[in-house]
């Protein structure tokens, strides 16, 4: 099942339509499991471009791991989550960023919905050719060792890197609210991270082989969660 959560965000530009997508896969238990990123891309003074990695990666990452999901029988209750409103529409700030992440907390913690999400899995700019993903600083502990505890398990140890990061990020919200959340994200795009935000973030800076790679660990990662007890 597919809802669609549209919603109104008070911008620096004044009220913008925006939609979140959810997709959910229900499991024999009522614990909830979210995985998500967000679509859109960076609005730019003068042109228009569509972020490959940027917004790309993450819904190209959800649209496979919806495939598979949809494929077999699960014990947890999955949502896909493609947020809308990630990006600032004009300066970077608490009130200007993370629209849809923002307002879907809101809108679960109103319905009572949002004790059910047990954890949050976010994954970022994971289509980088050159992968590399450090432990962001604003996610929760428990989760983030398991994330790396399995990247390892899967030889991917050179792609995730043991070194702190902080990345103000669409997990941002539900940590505030309580939910234990993680930040897959690979903030270094291109030297200096020069293809970040810009007409460079194309298909060709971007890797199959990295994609893969975070979603081999996203799904191990969810076989891990069937059996937490944090997640019980």
Not at 69 to 98: C, H, I, M
Not at 138 to 162: H, I, N, P, Q
Request: aromatic share 10%.
């Amino acid at each position: 099942m597919v809802e669609e959560d549209a919603f109104t965000a008070s911008t620096p530009l004044g009220n913008v339509p925006m939609v979140n997508l959810i997709a959910k896969f229900p499991g024999t238990r009522r614990q909830v499991v979210m995985v998500a990123g967000h679509y859109d891309t960076k609005r730019s003074d003068g042109f228009a471009f569509v972020g490959a990695n940027d917004g790309g990666s993450s819904a190209a990452l959800l649209l496979e791991l919806a495939r598979i999901l949809a494929q077999r029988k699960n014990a947890l209750t999955y949502w896909l989550v493609f947020f809308d409103g990630e990006e600032a529409l004009a300066r970077w700030s608490p009130t200007d960023s993370l629209y849809g992440s923002r307002h879907l907390v809101d809108k679960l913690s109103a319905s009572g919905e949002l004790s059910r999400v047990r954890a949050m899995v976010l994954v970022d700019m994971i289509g980088d050719a050159q992968l590399d993903i450090h432990r962001e600083d604003g996610s929760t502990g428990w989760l983030m060792d398991m994330v790396f505890k399995v990247a390892r398990r899967l030889g991917y140890s050179k792609y995730f890197l043991d070194s702190p990061l902080a990345v103000d990020d669409d997990h941002v919200p539900f940590v505030n609210a309580g939910v234990s959340a993680v930040d897959l994200i690979d903030f270094n795009y291109g030297p200096g991270n020069s293809y970040w935000h810009n007409a460079q973030d194309t298909l060709e800076h971007c890797s199959p082989l990295s994609l893969t790679i975070v979603g081999r660990v996203v799904e191990a990662l969810l076989t891990e969660l069937e059996n937490a007890p944090q997640v019980k």
